[in-house]
């Protein structure tokens, strides 16, 4: 017998115990896997008491970082505090309310009987002798606020306007009353909340005096978060009813502050947007329009937002002569709300005037709901000029008759006004011939040898410069206290780095003498 074959029966042994230990450890693997899948430990589904238990348990937390705020007269805690609000929000249910306000106010105390009245008697019900109070009530004003404002919350969520409108009055009146400066941020949530009520109920006009005494009180107090937030519903109780000139006359008049939170102040640069678009100021609407954008938490929660700041930014590009980008409408917070604003577009960018039209009345109902109809019928003259940069484009030398049917207008006099009317706005660069009746369109200007590319640059670099100084005013300094603490500190190093140097230079010394003896 040959060495081949015994050398090819070696190998397919070889082969077989290979694959037989392969097939053993996958079994072992197999077997751990499962063996781990049986003793992981399964995560433990609380029940219904357990998850009251702690929101109660972070709403008391609360309590405890608002009284730490209003002593240390440090707003970051109450900012942490209602920051957490929205995830609180989900949660809150009438036992929890009642338990809670059961273990902040005694029996006898008014505010708990006005408080439980609204939940009603079955929240009543779930309290228990543990949830009673058994010590006596420690005199925190932002604390009664607090739980005012959250059984707000809960009214506005369960519909009951009524009854959240009797206690915003009531909750509102109180903070005017107290004129504590620790309860600054929570009265901009308190007033939130009441104009929503109002909103809500159809009776916006009925708190407008009261809104703008409240501005007009934040405004010399120096109150930033009241301020920012009684601008931006005072604004908005302007445009429920159309008043734009009183909305512009607001804004004029007042000064929003630098201090303001992101939110309010990417709501405010959309209403001054918005106004500023209505005045024909077309490019600072484009740039308060872009900052509220960039401001806006991009996020689910704030999609509304998101879909009404765009859809107005889309139709001020537009005015402006500019084309948005294909991306923003693939975005899949804007996409659905954003179809009959890419059809607009499609309509300006090409210049068809038939399929404007068409567009415009078979979606009239939501631009009305958008309140954007009236901008969007100033779009027929960009239409119109799209159409004419495309034939002088393409065309070198075009009859004035030919316009007309390219365009749909109604007569050469009419196309010949708005060829005349593009060349004098620096539309086109053309010539009309008004004896031959035809328009002579010169060559093309190389874009780069024009202010274009500079203008652009000019703008990026502009955005740049406005964010870092945006960003060097948001940075937070240490207190003065941390400050001293620092300096000791430094000064004790000082000292220990003069006592090391003197040692070191004592020692010197000794062993220059020693080298002497």
Same mark, same amino acid.
């Given at each position: 017998?040959s060495e081949a074959p015994r050398r090819s029966t070696r190998l397919n042994k070889a082969q077989e115990d290979d694959s037989k230990g392969k097939s053993k450890a ?309 996409? &659905? *709300? ?8 499609? $309509?300006? @960018? ?6 404007? #039209? %068409? ?120 207190? &003065? *206290? ?8 430094? $000064?004790? @190093? ?6 090391? #140097? %003197? ?15």
């Amino acid at each position: 017998m040959s060495e081949a074959p015994r050398r090819s029966t070696r190998l397919n042994k070889a082969q077989e115990d290979d694959s037989k230990g392969k097939s053993k450890a996958v079994d072992q693997d197999v077997e751990m896997e499962d063996s781990a899948a049986e003793t992981a430990p399964k995560e433990k589904v609380l029940t219904g008491k357990e998850l009251e238990a702690l929101a109660i348990a972070d709403i008391k937390q609360h309590f405890a970082l608002f009284t730490k705020s209003a002593k240390t007269h440090e707003s970051r805690f109450a900012t942490r505090a209602l920051r957490s609000v929205s995830s609180l929000r989900k949660r809150l249910t009438a036992p929890i309310l009642a338990r809670t306000i059961a273990s902040h106010y005694s029996k006898e105390d008014a505010a708990r009987k006005t408080l439980l009245g609204y939940l009603g008697a079955d929240a009543a019900a779930n309290i228990t002798a543990e949830d009673e109070t058994s010590s006596a009530k420690v005199d925190t004003p932002e604390v009664d606020v607090y739980l005012h404002l959250l059984v707000m919350i809960f009214l506005l969520d369960q519909g009951h306007l009524e009854k959240g409108i009797e206690l915003s009055n009531a909750t509102v009146k109180t903070v005017q009353d107290l004129n504590r400066r620790s309860l600054d941020q929570l009265a901009a949530k308190v007033y939130f909340y009441y104009a929503r009520f109002y909103e809500l109920s159809g009776r916006l006009s009925e708190i407008r005096p009261v809104l703008l005494n409240a501005q007009r009180t934040a405004t010399l107090r120096r109150d930033d978060d009241t301020q920012s937030t009684l601008i931006n519903l005072l604004l908005r109780n302007y445009f429920h009813y159309n008043l734009y000139d009183q909305a512009d006359k607001l804004v004029s008049k007042t000064t929003f502050p630098e201090a303001a939170t992101n939110n309010q102040l990417a709501r405010y640069m959309y209403y001054l947007g918005r106004i500023k678009a209505i005045q024909l100021e077309y490019t600072e609407s484009h740039q308060s329009l872009l900052q509220a954008v960039r401001k806006a938490p991009q996020n689910n929660i704030t999609a509304g937002f998101q879909q009404e700041a765009n859809k107005l930014l889309i139709i001020v590009q537009l005015l402006m002569g500019e084309i948005p980008e294909r991306s923003l409408f693939r975005q899949p917070v804007l996409r &659905k *709300a954003l179809v009959p604003y890419f059809q607009i577009t499609q $309509a300006v @960018r090409v210049g068809d005037l038939n399929k404007f #039209q %068409e567009t415009l009345a078979a979606h009239a109902p939501t631009f009305n709901a958008d309140k954007n109809y009236t901008l969007i019928l100033r779009l027929r003259h960009n239409v119109i000029k799209t159409g004419i940069r495309m034939i002088s484009l393409s065309y070198s030398r075009i009859s004035l008759r030919d316009v007309c049917l390219k365009l749909h207008l109604d007569s050469e006099e009419d196309a010949e006004y708005i060829v005349a009317k593009s060349i004098r706005d620096g539309v086109i660069d053309a010539t009309i011939d008004h004896e031959k009746g035809y328009m002579r369109s010169k060559e093309n200007v190389d874009i780069y040898s024009t202010n274009e590319p500079q203008n652009a640059f000019h703008q990026r670099i502009g955005f740049c410069l406005k964010l870092h100084n945006d960003s060097v005013k948001a940075m937070r300094f240490p207190l &003065k *206290a941390v400050n001293a603490d620092a300096a000791e500190v430094e $000064a004790a @190093r000082d000292q220990e780095r003069t006592l090391v #140097q %003197e040692i070191a230079e004592a020692d010197e010394d000794m062993d220059e003498d020693h080298d002497e003896l």
